[in-house]
Nanobody, 126 residues
């Protein structure tokens, strides 16, 4: 069973930045991808960003495009989420996931990911 471990959450003022890290022990081959999802209190979990190993493709939710950047470590299955210009509505528990989604159109679906981390809290104060 692969493990996924996140780090880097915290409290920041609106307009500030945070960087999340996620390390997975899953083996990156084929359609391997790692993604960030978030869930705010009383809301459903939503897709934030994904990195697809094949083609080094990046994918973002519209709400974070231009503010968040997902990148990977070239030597190991680790991704980073650089979050800039944070807003209070970005407050949520951020969870990292790893798996083998069946193509780019399925990267945003939680059901496509096998391994999940425990989550890290991000709180943005106004």
């Amino acid at each position: 069973q692969a493990q996924v471990v996140e780090s880097g959450g915290g409290l920041v003022q609106a307009g500030g930045s945070l960087r999340l890290s996620c390390a997975a022990s899953a083996r990156p081959f084929g359609e391997y991808a790692m993604a960030w999802f978030r869930q705010a209190p009383g809301k459903e979990r939503e897709f934030v960003a994904a990195f697809r190993w094949r083609g080094a493709g990046t994918f973002y939710a519209e709400s974070v495009k231009g503010r968040f950047t997902i990148s990977r470590d070239n030597d190991k299955p680790t991704v980073f989420l650089q979050m800039n210009s944070l807003k209070p509505e970005d407050t949520a528990t951020y969870s990292c996931a790893a798996g083998y989604p069946a193509g780019p159109t399925r990267l945003r679906l939680t059901s496509e990911y096998i391994y999940w981390g425990q989550g890290t809290q991000v709180t943005v104060s106004s």
